[in-house]
């Protein structure tokens, strides 16, 4: 049986659609590298007769890139990639753009879920865009008959990246794939300015309590743990970070944060938040040590970096103590909160919007050159997972510095031969 779309499984689809709509003007307003690539897009349709698989969290900014693709000649299918993350007012309203059809909803489960993503399968595609990479498994695993026509794809977050490299160092992804989260207009904004501010921002929102004076212990400082501890600091938090990585703990170190294992950590924070996309970051052993009134808190990709299993086990009772926060009670009346049932924190909570919109109109940005990349030079690519090429990158960036009004210095021919010669010494 065929997924439903969203607009049947609302009561009031045209409702939504309004609503929808208005949050999606508001983002694209504020997404200048969209908006010149939207030019761009409509005027030279460089995806048409291209069938895009989509699989991402289905809010604003997405659906302004979705709107994208579709005014540059693709027809588009999305779902979402995460139960919890998908705005349905703003799924409504994608499904109602020329080119678009949305299965995203909140709230389904597993079954469902997946056969959202066997839906838009059923666009038959030339490109992807994932985030997390089940739409890429999915194919792979399932419908092996797509894969000849498959031109490439895009991959948006860490945990995406980590699978597909797997899949390609077992001999198993066949269709070229693009580390979107892996370029410098991704990362170091995104990941960082992001997700560092966008997961305090939903902590505070969500639980109304304050980040400063508290102990923020931040697990894994990948990039995007170091934007949550770099923010957690400017306000004014004591931070934490735990490792497996010898050199990112100390990094981590010389940057001004304590670094302890785990185990240790569990005993002096306030506020827990996982960003290693690795499972079992919070175990039994941790839970037995933590406080009274801890918030446990993931922006890792899936709903694993919080034993959550245990935590049950352990609980005597739990019970929703405000939208959004489920508190666990222990035997010895200590009280664990965890926030967004430990799924993405700045996603899935009931007051989450995702990383602010300038960023992701970065990260959005290199995502639509990718696919347009892909449309026009497919020849290029094989079976493996690819750096987005770094004059993609610099379009992104150099559209940005443009919309901000901001100049630089450029390389005088003197300078660029300097640069390349190997034989100028002393």
């Not at 079992?280 to 890792?300: P, Q, S, W, Y």
């Not at 935590?311 to 664990?336: F, N, Q, W």
Request: glycine share 8%; proline share 4%; hydrophobic share 40%.
């Amino acid at each position: 049986m065929s997924a439903p779309t969203i607009a049947e499984r609302l009561d009031d689809p045209d409702a939504a659609r309004t609503e929808g709509r208005r949050k999606m003007d508001w983002a694209e307003a504020h997404m200048p590298i969209l908006a010149a690539l939207r030019e761009e897009f409509e005027a030279e349709q460089p995806l048409a007769d291209e069938r895009i698989a989509m699989a991402m969290h289905v809010e604003a900014k997405t659906a302004a890139l979705v709107e994208l693709l579709a005014v540059g000649g693709a027809e588009v299918a999305i779902t979402g990639c995460n139960p919890l993350s998908t705005q349905n007012d703003v799924s409504a309203a994608l499904h109602a753009v020329d080119g678009v059809t949305s299965y995203a909803a909140n709230g389904v489960d597993t079954d469902e879920y997946y056969d959202a993503i066997e839906a838009v399968v059923g666009v038959d595609p030339t490109i992807t865009v994932d985030d997390g990479a089940d739409m890429v498994t999915h194919i792979h695993d399932e419908h092996p008959d797509l894969i000849p026509q498959l031109k490439g794809g895009c991959e948006e977050t860490t945990t995406g990246v980590h699978r597909l490299r797997s899949m390609a160092d077992d001999g198993a992804l066949e269709y070229p794939l693009f580390a979107v989260n892996d370029t410098p207009m991704k990362t170091l904004f995104d990941n960082v300015h992001g997700t560092g501010e966008s997961a305090l921002t939903n902590i505070a929102m969500t639980t109304n309590l304050s980040i400063a004076g508290k102990t923020v212990v931040v697990a894994g400082y990948g990039y995007c743990g170091r934007g949550v501890a770099k923010k957690a600091a400017g306000m004014n938090a004591d931070v934490i970070v735990t490792e497996v990585d010898p050199r990112r703990a100390l990094e981590a170190h010389m940057e001004g944060h304590a670094v302890m294992p785990m185990h240790e950590a569990a005993s002096e924070g306030d506020v827990f938040v996982t960003t290693t996309g690795n499972r079992d970051v919070i175990t039994r052993e941790d839970f037995e040590r933590m406080g009274d009134g801890v918030l446990l808190a993931n922006a890792g990709h899936f709903d694993v970096e919080i034993n959550l299993e245990e935590l049950g086990e352990m609980a005597v009772s739990t019970r929703e103590v405000r939208d959004g926060v489920v508190e666990y009670e222990l035997p010895a009346g200590r009280r664990l909160n965890v926030l967004a049932e430990g799924r993405l924190v700045n996603l899935a909570g009931p007051l989450s919007m995702g990383h602010p919109v300038e960023v992701m109109d970065q990260s959005f940005g290199v995502q639509a050159v990718c696919v347009r990349e892909l449309a026009e030079n497919a020849d290029a690519y094989d079976a493996s997972v690819h750096e987005v090429p770094d004059r993609l990158d610099r379009e992104v960036a150099e559209v940005k510095l443009d919309a901000e009004g901001i100049a630089i210095d450029g390389l005088t021919d003197d300078q660029r031969e300097y640069l390349d010669s190997w034989d100028h010494g002393t």
